[in-house]
């Protein structure tokens, strides 16, 4: 089993959409969690960090449910801009602290 | 302006080259990482440098050797590739190991 499970997508939606992208993780013990944002032929960029609570940043909501491992990523009001690969990662707290991605999830927002 | 610097952005070897990546970050951060990203797979991590100490190799080959002279500086020496090396490889920083990281805009490298 992958550390990190995302599905890779595409997903097509039309600009004003609400989308939603789920993660799961297997590693009982991680810690920290983050959603990267990466454009084509582009390096990934910080997109938030999810907290236990959950947070919200503007259109983007991200929750977290540990006890199903898994993290969740809101986007309301789709722009064209937000086509990218988002991808999920995972830190644990045990051993060697080690950043997890999982391979992303593509979305493509049509006008 | 990112603050993560890697050179060059291409590069193109033949299997019996010898070349080096170079990351430098202006971050202030204690540890920097090399990733390789290839088509359709997520990012592998390959070496972490914290303190300028190496903590980790994930069993990458020996073709592959970083090199980190300071905590500002982090190079990745390539040499006798493979065609399947080809990828973007990625450095990153940190504040420290638990923080989010920080990356660089890639080397596209090709081995031919």
């Known amino acids: 089993r992958k550390e990190v499970e995302q599905d890779p997508g595409p997903f097509n939606v039309p600009e004003g959409a609400t989308v939603a992208f789920n993660c799961t993780y297997s590693?009982?013990?991680?810690?920290?969690f983050f959603w990267y944002r990466q454009d084509c032929r582009k390096e990934p960029k910080l997109l938030m960090s999810?907290?236990?609570s959950g947070n919200e940043d503007g259109r983007f909501t991200a929750q977290l449910n540990r006890a199903s491992q898994y993290i969740s990523l809101l986007i309301r009001d789709s722009k064209l801009s937000d086509s990218a690969t988002y991808l999920c990662v995972v830190r644990s707290n045990t051993g060697f602290q080690k950043l997890v991605f999982g391979t992303g999830t593509r979305l493509l927002v049509s006008p | 302006e990112t603050g993560v610097t890697q050179t060059p952005r291409h590069l193109v070897m033949g299997m019996t080259n010898k070349k080096s990546l170079k990351c430098e970050q202006h971050?202030?951060?204690?540890?920097m990482y090399w990733y390789k990203q290839s088509a359709k797979k997520p990012l592998e991590l390959m070496f972490v440098y914290s303190l300028e100490e190496r903590v980790e190799n994930n069993s990458v080959p020996s073709r592959f050797s970083p090199e980190c002279p300071n905590s500002s500086h982090l190079f990745l020496h390539l040499h006798t590739l493979q065609p399947e090396d080809s990828a973007l490889y990625l450095c990153?920083?940190?504040?420290?190991?638990?923080?989010?990281?920080?990356f660089g805009q890639g080397t596209r490298l090709t081995v031919v």
């Open positions: 999810v907290y236990s």
């Open positions: 990153a920083s940190s504040q420290e190991r638990q923080a989010e990281a920080f």
């Open positions: 590693n009982s013990a991680s810690q920290s």
């Open positions: 971050l202030g951060h204690n540890a």
